[in-house]
């Protein structure tokens, strides 16, 4: 950086200059060590790069139970005033990190914020205040007794982060990006997709109404929700009716022929494994079976166990239903992961996880949960996914060629791999999707473009990724023009659409007729 910083001289930070709150050059690892304390195994070495810093080992294959390495420093501040902070790192190996995270000790709590890598190589991490979340019971920023910085693990190889220039800002932080060549996609064929949740449109009982007002406003695409793992919006064989189809009659037929009629595409959203809104009578059926989850603390769940044999034929069996009986655009996961990183730990997988790697556990839950074997166990557990997304990918475009699969993923790659066992890196690279909607929901701009940067490199152009915004996933939800930043920012770092959450009675009135005027309505085909 070639910023002048003022000193660390005293506890108070204030005034508008950027202030470097360590630069990370000690003149060896013991120095380094002792004004960074490493937390359980990590190692602080000393870098040997021109413009110092230190190294931070990250032994996650070395160390299979290992979440996350972390290093604290002891350091008064007060950074009431300040706005931003940037980090320098420079990743050995980019896969190895889910995210970077900060946090801020105050009195009986934390400030954290996390940020996954953008690209291989030297970079800066923006971490804005405003998206800091409180822990335990922070004390004011005024009060910040302590620096915590935590690496989460992603791939489970043995590498090494580099650290330098921990910098606070008043203002907007000054970051310097590489200048990066850009292929910008004709906005009249971006992807153009609104999601909906209710899978009745905006308007229930009216699709012709939601489409025709759609179209109008320059959308292309619709992604209703009309499948659960258990019930669906349609003359289901295969599952309970919901009480939407009921009311409303056959939700996947009416969208269909009022988008199609309308030129929109229709990609029909399920959400896999969730078993929310499903008949008590059903999700008890398949519970006394043994089919539905087990947390690790032996907690009963209400999703379907992903590596039970009729489960995943069920999933596969519902999606596929929908390809045959109806002309759709596409199929549309979502929910497409296990819960949490405590699920799932039922007996049955305990058997299915022992047959697969041919070797008994010893402990169980305790190896595969945090043991010896969990990195081995999170890897079963992306595969129990994966091979979901394959069959209904491959299954479908044999019933209907032409037919597009598409996923709603968690934005953070490749942390998602490890909290939820959802690899969509792997599925992308396997050809089993072709479009993406990462869920980037974030009313802030820069964590929304950090994201978006980190998919971009990630997919590396194999498949066109379609920015999810969380219009009404954050609090308060973001306004018109909010939204249409982010499109801007999406298309300015190689998007190739959008999809918006989420459309319904409120927001095809006010979001819609904005969105339509900021992209002037003309469109064509994705
Ligand atoms: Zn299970």
Redesign the pocket.
Known sequence: MNLAFLLLSCTLVAGDEPVLLDAFHYTDAKTATAEWKPQGVAEVGVSTAKDGGIELALPFAAKPGLERVIIDRKLNLDLSGRREFTLDVEPDNMEAVGEVMIYFKSGEGWYGCGIPLRRPGPQTLRFVKASFRGEGRPAGWEHVDGIRISVWRGMGVNSSLRLSNLVAWAGRAKVVEPAMVVKRVDPAHEGRAFWNHSGTGAYPGDWERTAKTLQENGINMILPNQLWAGRADYPSKLLPQSDTFRKYGDQVAQCLAAAHRHGLQVHVWKVNFNLGNAPKAFVEKLRRE?R???SATGKATNWL????PENFQLEVDTMLEVARMYAVDGLHFDYIRYPDGE????????K?FEADSRKPVGQWPGDCYHGSRRDEYRTWRCAQITRVVEAVSREAKRVRPGIKISAAVFGAYPSCRQAVGQDWVAWVKAGYLDFLCPMDYSAGDDTFADLVSSQMYFVGGRVPIYAGIGATAVTPPMTASQVIVQIEKGRALGASGFSIFNLDGKTIETLVPEIGIGLKAARGNP
């Open positions: 043994g539905t989850q087990i166990c992903p590596s039970h699920h799932c730990y039922c007996d049955g997988c305990r299915r």
